[in-house]
């Protein structure tokens, strides 16, 4: 499972009735669990999306046999996808991601 920092401006939009829409929008087929939404779409076997505080938290099953051309197209959608939700770029999601794992040392 991955948690992706929300922009202050994106949280008022973090439901799961929202996560629906843009999955909607970007993979296409969407179902609902509970308090989670659920997609897949060409190398993503199953996406699995909901609001957790001021994160998104996602958990990802990928099918690794399909071909280069659907993979990279499941890449791209994944990553709008993640822009809309969140409201960060790819580039802005990495950055916070290092920086959280480099994170302060701890002196004990």
Not at 17 to 31: I, K, P, R, S
Not at 40 to 57: C, D, M, N, S
Not at 75 to 101: C, H, I, P, Q, W
Request: a positive charge.
């Amino acid at each position: 499972m991955q948690r992706y920092p929300v922009r202050t401006s994106h949280r008022a939009q973090l439901t799961v009735g929202h996560l629906a829409e843009l999955c909607q929008t970007h993979f296409g087929q969407v179902d609902s669990d509970g308090g989670a939404v659920l997609a897949k779409y060409g190398a993503l076997a199953r996406l699995k999306a909901w609001p957790e505080k001021k994160e998104l938290a996602i958990e990802v099953t990928m099918d690794p046999k399909v071909e280069v051309e659907v993979a990279g197209e499941t890449v791209r959608r994944y990553n709008r996808f993640l822009e809309d939700a969140t409201g960060f770029s790819a580039k802005e999601r990495a950055k916070r991601l290092r920086k959280s794992a480099s994170g302060p040392a701890d002196g004990s």
